[in-house]
Every structure is written in C-alpha cells, then in structure tokens.
C-alpha cells in the first residue's frame, strides 16, 4: 500500500510563496516518478508539475519560472515550492504517484487559497 501525505498548505497574498511537502511510502521512491496535481473549485483536476526518478522536471505552463518541483530519495519526499502566488493558484494541490505496481496514488489534498 502506498501512502502519500501532504503538508504545507494555507493562505497567502498574493505574491507570496508557499512550500508544500509530501511524505512518501509502500513504494521503492528512488524509482518512482512523482508529480503534483491540483483542482481549483468548479474546475478540473490538472498536472501541475512532475519529477522523473532521474531528476528531469516538467511544468504546465501557467507555473513555469514560479514553481519548483524537487525530491529527495533519502527522506522520501518531494517538494512543490510555489513562488509569486497569484489568486488562480488557489487549489487543492495533491500528491501522486503516476504509476505503482499497475495503478496510480493520490494524497488527500492540502489546500491553498491565495487572497488579500
């Protein structure tokens, strides 16, 4: 059984940063691509960004040059710092894992709403 638990969420200004974390396990993490997702109310769930086993990143494009996706395969964890937030980053932002023994992983969310 995997299990992802994320931490880091709340609310900001606009402006500000954020860091989110998720605690990973039940899966050999040094081998597992690993991405965040998010769903703002009314809308889709869509890939925010993803990091390969190897290190390579992808972004969608509305956060790329403000969010940084990074991991570390000693604490099993990975990383989403979220810079010059704006208010359509306020989402729930979820963990996942594309792809473990035949299925995906998700977290149970964390959110973040971006107001002044």
């Known amino acids: 059984q995997v299990h992802l638990v994320e931490s880091g969420g709340g609310l900001v200004q606009p402006g500000g940063s954020l860091r989110l974390s998720c605690a990973v396990s039940g899966t050999i993490f040094r081998l597992t691509a690993m991405a965040w997702y998010r769903q703002a109310p009314g809308k889709q769930r869509e890939l925010v960004a993803l990091?390969?086993?190897?290190?390579?990143?992808n972004y969608t494009d509305s956060v790329k040059g403000r969010f940084t996706i990074s991991r570390d395969n000693i604490r099993n964890r990975v990383f989403l710092q979220m810079n010059s937030l704006t208010p359509e980053d306020t989402a729930v932002y979820y963990c996942n894992v594309p792809r473990y023994r035949d299925r995906t992983w998700w977290g149970q969310g964390t959110r973040v709403t971006v107001s002044s």
């Open positions: 990091v390969t086993p190897g290190g390579p990143t």
